[in-house]
């Protein structure tokens, strides 16, 4: 299909019937025009839910029957993502769903009556007028491996956002409270994050064997032969470590009840652990396009993700 101007302008003929949605949350609002722009049915409701779609699909062909209409095109303004329950259930129906500017809605919306007035019912009777004079893009609806790819997308750059953002905490908490433990762990390995979940203070490392730390850190899961030598330079800067004393305790630091700080700390260091993973897989999803079997470690993810906005959620003490 050609998108050019003037073959859009021709796509509207005398049996067309041209409808126009405003597109809200709750309630939508739909006019019905001829290809001249004359109004064939004043602005109605359309509830966003099943039977209000389905009401709408039968004025829609009840309205073409009365005037003699054999095609439809329904335009509407992209809001947010409330267009899309009702651009799946016309595709499924074989009505091309188009969509105008906002800005063009909104510069014309003075032609009919010279108010600046915005409000739904008038938005509809204007994009329906945008569409008859072509002034429309066909958007591409998503379906089967592209929908989910969009979907894995989103997900992805959600989750490296918030993972950047815990990252950030964490490393905060270290210049406080110890400030030593990235001479270290200079990033946040296996190692790393188990010695975070068990030995996040200096003080946890004293009086401490070798082994006793070593036994603890293989008891992380992922983490099955830490090693040695880290252990032994992480004890010997905890002696002489600067860190911030008051305050250092985990379960009053993150003000959860004692008892139940690795319940909830541990989600976290667990997501650090199989992020880098998960984005890998969905980058590899993205890049060759292949079916691959990622449900599961979505699903992990979303484990995770629930756990951290209930984490950042609590209020901690600065």
């Known amino acids: 299909m050609d998108f050019k101007q003037n073959q859009k302008i021709n796509q509207v003929t005398e049996k067309t019937l041209v409808v126009g949605i405003d597109i809200a949350k709750r309630t939508h609002f739909a006019c019905f025009v001829d290809d001249r722009g004359r109004v064939l049915q004043k602005s109605f409701s359309v509830s966003q839910s099943g039977d209000g779609f389905e009401l709408f699909y039968q004025c829609v062909l009840a309205t073409m029957k009365e005037n003699g209409k054999t095609e439809v095109i329904i335009g509407i303004e992209p809001t947010g993502h409330y267009w899309l329950n009702i651009a799946y259930f016309l595709e499924e129906r074989g009505i091309p769903l188009a969509m105008v500017n906002p800005m063009h809605v909104k510069r014309s919306k003075e032609l009919d009556d010279n108010l600046p007035t915005k409000h739904d019912r008038k938005d509809a009777l204007v994009i329906a ?63 790393a994050l188990a010695a975070l979940e068990c030995t996040p ?98 699903n992990k993810i979303l484990y995770f993700n629930t756990n951290l906005v209930y984490f950042l959620s609590m209020k901690y003490k600065n």
């Open 201 to 298: 203070f200096p003080s946890d490392l004293h009086h401490k064997q070798p082994d006793e730390i070593l036994t603890l850190y293989r008891e992380v899961e992922g983490l099955k032969s830490p090693q040695r030598p880290k252990a032994l330079r992480l004890i010997e800067v905890a002696t002489s470590s600067i860190g911030v004393n008051e305050h250092n305790n985990p379960d009053t630091f993150f003000q959860i009840k004692p008892g139940e700080n690795l319940k909830y700390c541990a989600p976290f260091f667990n997501l650090l652990r199989i992020v880098k993973n998960f984005v890998y897989i969905i980058s590899a999803i993205i890049i060759k396009r292949k079916p691959l079997e990622w449900g599961i470690h979505r």
């Open 129 to 191: 007028r945008l569409l008859k004079d072509g002034r429309f893009t066909y958007p591409r609806i998503l379906k089967g491996m592209e929908a989910e790819l969009r979907v894995g997308s989103t997900f992805r750059s959600k989750l490296t956002e918030e993972l950047g953002a815990v990252k950030n905490m964490i490393i905060r908490w270290l210049d406080r409270y110890f400030p030593e433990f990235v001479q270290v762990f200079p990033s946040f390995g296996k190692m």
